[in-house]
């Protein structure tokens, strides 16, 4: 063997090592980069929730306000959530019309805990407790109203009786 080629399997040798390193750190650093940026998101996604409840709380907690109810004004439950909903929890409720959403303040308390619990998969109508202490809880509402339409009221019953056992040990607790 020529002393070229030894210089040039040495050479060879020393540019896949060389570029088997380079692209393992960038690997690291983009694996690095993506775990940082999830976990920024996941603690702006945190703070913003808890300022949303902290701001609701703080807003309608003195009034007794303890529950935002969203909904629509969709002939599938705009009628049953006025006169069903609003005589049984209208008093400790605020409300949020989505058929109204262009005319909300996005500053206002109950948009950003909306927006910032409620997701983007049936959330209308929607309940969420909020307890005096703690994270909020959601209870949807648009499967159960689905099958409302169709003189099934089962799931309606049932999500309102978890809405119901929410807000038992919130009235427990305020008392």
């Known amino acids: 063997m ?6 040039y399997r040495v050479g060879f040798v020393i540019l896949v090592v060389t570029a088997v390193v380079v692209i393992h750190w960038s690997l690291a650093i983009l694996v690095g980069a993506l775990v940082l940026a999830a976990f920024i ?4 996604n945190s703070w913003r929730s808890a300022r949303a409840r902290r701001r609701f709380r703080t807003a309608y907690g003195p009034k007794g306000k303890d529950l935002l109810l969203v909904y ?4 599938n439950w705009q009628n049953y959530v006025e006169t069903a909903w609003l005589p049984r929890w209208g008093d400790r409720a605020v409300l949020l019309n989505w058929s109204e959403r262009s005319g909300w303040q996005p500053s206002a308390p109950e948009v950003q805990l909306f927006r910032s619990v409620a997701g983007d998969r049936e959330f209308n109508p929607l309940a969420i407790v909020v307890p005096p202490r ?6 949807r509402f648009w499967l159960a109203f689905r099958d409302y339409k169709h003189g099934k009221d089962r799931l309606l019953r049932a999500a309102e009786a978890e809405l119901e056992n929410h807000l038992s040990p919130v009235s427990r607790a305020a008392s």
């Open 72 to 75: 629509s004004n969709s002939p």
């Open 41 to 44: 998101t996941f603690a702006y």
């Open 2 to 7: 020529t002393v070229r080629l030894v210089l």
């Open 134 to 139: 703690g994270k909020p809880e959601v209870v």
